[in-house]
């Protein structure tokens, strides 16, 4: 898997070579890449929330 960054930054990427380059649908990609990634990290974010969550709960028994 790409590091946490790295998704984002290659959609960053193919949306401003999509705009210089006049291609809509590369731009579109670009973006829908972006929102892909910062999709992937929120669910980590809660994945590793409910974990935190599910430990400390775990800890009082």
Request: glycine share 14%; hydrophobic share 30%; no cysteine.
């Amino acid at each position: 898997m790409a590091g946490k960054g790295m998704e984002r930054a290659k959609g960053k990427l193919k949306e401003v070579a999509g705009k210089v380059t006049g291609n809509k649908r590369l731009e579109t990609e670009g973006k829908t890449d972006q929102l892909k990634a910062k999709a992937r990290e929120a669910g980590e974010a809660v994945r590793d929330r409910v974990k935190g969550i599910r430990d400390s709960l775990d800890r009082d028994k």
